[in-house]
């Protein structure tokens, strides 16, 4: 089983930053993908941010103004958001690809204001 704890969420005005954090139960090494999500009221879940392997793609709405990495001693990984917009608010969540399964965190509230 994995965990994974979503941190770093919180109400922002628009044209400011966040840091989202993800840290998993196990080496984030293990899985196959590891990814941001985000879900606004309304609306599909969505992916912003999506590494597998050496590659990164990102969403075209957030290319330029977000950026995942990972610290893999922490097992943790990270979604830097800047220049907010209102558009961007959402519960943002993080998950790991094991096999075919996937694992999602319990998400993180992220609202920006205008």
């Known amino acids: 089983q994995v965990q994974l704890v979503e941190s770093g969420g919180g109400l922002v005005q628009s044209g400011g930053s966040l840091r989202l954090s993800c840290t998993a139960s196990?080496?984030?090494?293990?899985?196959?993908?590891v990814g941001w999500y985000r879900q606004a009221p309304g609306k599909q879940r969505e992916a912003v941010a999506i590494?597998?392997?050496?590659?990164?793609n990102y969403a075209d709405s957030v290319k330029d103004r977000f950026t995942i990495s990972r610290d893999n001693a922490k097992n943790t990984v990270y979604l830097q958001m800047s220049s907010l917009k209102p558009e961007d608010t959402a519960v943002y969540y993080c998950a790991v690809d094991r096999g075919i399964t996937r694992y999602w965190g319990q998400g993180t509230q992220v609202t920006v204001s205008s």
């Open positions: 196990g080496s984030v090494f293990s899985f196959s993908n």
């Open positions: 590494t597998s392997g050496g590659t990164i």
